[in-house]
Nanobody, 123 residues
Framework: QVQLVESGGGSVQSGGSLRLSCAFS????????MGWFRQAPGKEREVVAQ???????PYPDSVKGRFTISRDNAKNTLYLQMNSLKPEDTAMYYC?????????????????WGQGTQVTVSS
């Protein structure tokens, strides 16, 4: 049974940093794609970072250069380092796993989700 538990969210001022963590269990293959998504009120869930089996880490333009995803398989933890945060980054952040070695920009392609952690950035 796959379980994902996010932590590290909070409130920060514009320009600040946060590091999110996602402790996972039951992920039987370390090569499965994992990702971070966010959803703001009234908006669709969107991907902000992914890490594929080949180590590639595609990012959307909205966070490129500011967010960094990493994975520590020894600790069964996925991270998202967020720097230079902006008010538009305010959202609930979720980690997810896709039971495939390749990643996808679509949230529907991911199979398991955590409960989310709130990030609020004030101006």
């Amino acid at each position: 049974q796959v379980q994902l538990v996010e932590s590290g969210g909070g409130s920060v001022q514009s320009g600040g940093s946060l590091r999110l963590s996602c402790a996972f269990s039951g992920v039987t293959d370390s090569r499965y794609c994992m990702g971070w998504f966010r959803q703001a009120p009234g908006k669709e869930r969107e991907v902000v970072a992914q890490i594929a089996s080949d180590g590639s880490t595609p990012y959307p333009d909205s966070v490129k250069g500011r967010f960094t995803i990493s994975r520590d398989n020894a600790k069964n933890t996925l991270y998202l380092q967020m720097n230079s945060l902006k008010p538009e980054d305010t959202a609930m952040y979720y980690c997810a796993v896709r039971l495939s070695f390749g990643c996808s920009w679509s949230s529907f392609a991911f199979n398991y989700w955590g409960q989310g952690t709130q990030v609020t950035v004030s101006s």
